[in-house]
């Protein structure tokens, strides 16, 4: 099968990974890959591979993608109708690597500027998602010379989350999945009081998409969001029973989210600042559930939770 080449934008691959395949697209490192990826941001000093340099950061053409010839056809709902599955691969790649992957098509009826093409994309890595990405099993795999090691568990993890956001009971049961949108601009760095709006917004959606059959629209604008986000906690089982006392604590998160889009600010408050956070790594933990993953405890967040809905302040 003959194939194309297009240059991808700040993927970074698993260490001492030279080459991933996701469905019928195979993404390999440029030749000057450790030059390009140190030249992303990096808020820290870290080395595995080699060293990465804490860095204010850029975009970086960091791997080329071979596609096959015949592209078949996205499966999430792009504004672009004749967007391929390439866009959903780079989509998901974005979500797990917590950056945004993109290629740029060169547009033939506009001009062209000498110094590239205009990026719009932030090139700053995303503040959230590292729940999401350790909720990827790791799976080791030997390379030469050892005792290095590169995770081939991403590689596999990628392509099993693909292939059940394809499969038509997925599509079905999620309206087409437009609530990932949501979740990567969630994701992505900007004030906490929007992320947290925006997750909620999450919650509010899948309540409507998985219950509108049997509920009408107007039942369920009208429905307590305390109802939509119990709802929610239990179906995808991020918490144990939902007692009263469970529910006053998420009236308190709602009456949080009420004020906010009053207000245009959270309350001054560190506990509240800690709730807003636990929401948003829920949230997280909601994602990697209905993308057929075990949610990863990295960040001790079942046990905050608990301690959420015990707290009697």
């Not at 019928?24 to 080395?47: C, G, I, P, T, W």
């Not at 709902?77 to 998901?92: C, E, G, R, T």
């Not at 004020?259 to 790594?281: M, N, S, T, Y």
């Amino acid at each position: 099968m003959s194939t194309n080449k297009k240059f991808v934008y700040n993927l970074e691959f698993p260490s001492w990974c030279k080459e991933i395949t996701i469905s019928d697209y195979h993404f390999y490192r440029v030749e000057e890959y450790k030059e390009k990826v140190r030249n992303l941001q990096h808020l820290a000093n870290s080395k595995a591979e080699f060293d990465l340099p804490a860095n204010t950061g850029s975009h970086e053409i960091t791997a080329f993608v071979e596609c096959p010839s015949t592209e078949p056809k996205a499966i999430l709902k792009w504004l672009n109708k004749d967007a391929s599955s390439l866009q959903d691969i780079l989509f998901l790649l974005s979500i797990f690597t917590r950056r945004d992957v993109f290629i740029v098509e060169e547009d033939k009826n506009n001009l062209t500027s000498p110094h590239g093409p205009v990026i719009v994309s932030d090139p700053r890595s995303y503040y959230w998602g590292g729940i999401l990405r350790c909720s990827i099993p790791y799976e080791p795999q030997n390379i030469e010379p050892k005792p290095n090691k590169f995770d081939i568990g991403f590689e596999k993890g990628i392509n099993q989350i693909y292939n059940l956001i394809k499969s038509e009971d997925w599509q079905v049961k999620y309206k087409g999945g437009y609530f990932l949108f949501l979740v990567r601009a969630a994701l992505r760095r900007q004030i906490l009081e929007s992320s947290f709006i925006q997750c909620w917004t999450i919650w509010e959606h899948l309540f409507a998409i998985l219950n509108q059959d049997w509920i009408s629209r107007e039942q369920i604008r009208k429905l307590s969001s305390v109802e939509k986000i119990s709802f929610i906690f239990v179906k995808y089982d991020l918490a144990g029973k939902i007692d009263k006392h469970s529910r006053i604590q998420i009236r308190r998160l709602a009456e949080t989210r009420n004020r906010l889009v009053h207000f245009g600010k959270f309350p001054e408050l560190d506990q509240v600042h800690k709730d807003a956070e636990l929401f948003i790594q829920l949230t997280e933990s909601l994602i990697a559930r209905i993308l057929g993953l075990i949610p990863s405890n990295v960040l001790n967040t079942k046990e905050r939770t608990n301690e959420f809905f015990m707290n009697t302040n």
